[in-house]
């Protein structure tokens, strides 16, 4: 058993939203597939992943060093005991070789997305869905039927009315979620303060409303922010400052009684553990969203789950990030708090299977060897494509 490829290709998401610091324009991701010399139904087992949406796609690390490493090293290495399945431990170890300390994001991308992949393959050769694999290495076997997920909807968009934002929230609650995410800091807090309060009108409480304020505020507005949205009880206050800047997470955590939330742009284990040790976040409380593809991948997100587990977080508060089939997955497999879903918003990378139901704020899973991205249509055309299967 062997890789015999691994190719990747940058692919444009072609959204018009932005956030309150930037928009989607230009902004790609690396579209990979491992090729295995595993033959099941007349087709060699692929394993596929991308690296999310919000970062651009990292093909040059890729092509230059890590998918040459995993190719030159020889296959038996890589294989777990038995020799029956990739090992993705010692593919990630293979990756790494000759990598410094530190400077995490400049790879975490692209190994993360590279060992999400093989994870779909080990998964597939396997013959189970990822969520199943992931339970019985991870969490005792439990795996769920279904898991919770919010929308992260209430984007900026031009020429947006309030009423626009009130049905975009309705349409959520009639597809059966039953938690919503909104934008803010993209506009004056009062105008901000009027879409919060028009959106609370629709979802009815705080405790199914987060907002996300995507790193936009220094100290002054994050502390004005905080203090004008605590009377509102939300679910949680998401990003409101820059994601290393543990100093003003903690100031903030003094005078925000209510959950925050960060970690999407967090690349390694020990930048999650500084949070917790010097941000001011609070176990029980808080909430924390590594994106697993940005961040290493899976094996590194246990990785993760184990050092929090440390300082007595519960697994309940890690929404991983990605609004994808992969962090639905991870969410099921590792039972986390849930998964986020951006229905309908980053073309062919947002979204779950084309089949999934959504109902009483959680979704279904499904049975799909491997992560399952083979039930949604058109994103799998652009993998099929790339594998040239
Ligand atoms: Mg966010």
């Given at each position: 058993?062997?890789?015999v ?8 998401l ?21 090729i ?26 890729m ?10 090293a ?31 994001s ?19 050769i ?20 279904k ?40 506009l ?10 028009a ?19 220094g ?6 922010y ?28 003094e ?5 925050l ?19 001011g976040?609070?176990?029980?409380r ?68 084309d ?6 704020g ?21 993998m ?6």
């Amino acid at each position: 058993m062997r890789i015999v490829d691994i190719r990747e290709t940058a692919i444009p998401l072609k959204s018009t939203l932005a956030n309150s610091s930037f928009d989607f324009t230009e902004m790609t991701t690396s579209v990979v597939a491992v090729i295995t010399d595993v033959i099941r139904n007349g087709k060699p087992i692929c394993g596929f992943a991308f690296n999310s949406t919000g970062r651009y796609a990292c093909g040059a690390q890729m092509r230059a060093r890590f998918i040459p490493r995993i190719l030159a090293a020889d296959p038996a290495t890589l294989l777990d005991e038995r020799g029956s399945n990739l090992d993705q431990g010692k593919i990630f170890t293979c990756m790494m070789r000759r990598e410094k300390a530190g400077g995490h994001s400049e790879r975490s991308i692209a190994i993360g997305t590279i060992e999400v992949a093989i994870w779909d393959a080990v998964a597939k050769i396997a013959d189970k869905p990822l969520h199943t694999l992931l339970a019985e290495r991870f969490n005792g076997g439990k795996a769920p039927a279904k898991v919770f997920c919010y929308v992260g909807g209430g984007w900026y968009w031009p020429g947006q009315t309030i009423q626009d934002l009130q049905d975009e929230m309705r349409r959520h609650l009639g597809a059966g979620y039953a938690m919503v995410k909104m934008k803010v800091g993209g506009l004056p807090l009062e105008e901000d303060l009027r879409r919060l309060e028009a959106v609370l009108e629709v979802v009815g409480s705080g405790d199914r409303l987060a907002v996300d304020a995507n790193c936009k505020f220094g100290r002054e507005d994050a502390l004005r922010y905080a203090k004008a949205l605590a009377p509102f009880k939300l679910r949680w206050f998401e990003e409101p400052c820059d994601p290393l800047d543990f100093g003003l997470f903690a100031d903030l955590a003094e005078v925000y009684d209510q959950p925050l939330a960060t970690g999407e742009n967090l690349y390694s284990t020990q930048d999650v553990e500084n949070l917790v040790r010097f941000g001011g976040f609070r176990a029980g409380r808080d909430v924390i969203q590594v994106d697993p593809p940005q961040a290493y991948g899976i094996g590194q997100y246990a990785r993760t789950i184990d050092m929090l587990a440390g300082h007595g977080w519960p697994r309940g508060a890690l929404f991983p990030h990605g609004g994808n089939q992969m962090s639905l997955a991870i969410a099921a497999g590792f039972g986390l708090g849930g998964a986020e879903s951006y229905p309908g918003v980053f073309g062919d990378f947002g979204g779950f299977a084309d089949d999934a139901r959504i109902e009483g704020g959680t979704i279904s899973l499904s049975n799909r060897p491997g992560i399952g991205f083979e039930g949604q249509a058109r994103l799998y055309r652009i993998m099929r494509e790339l594998a040239g299967i």
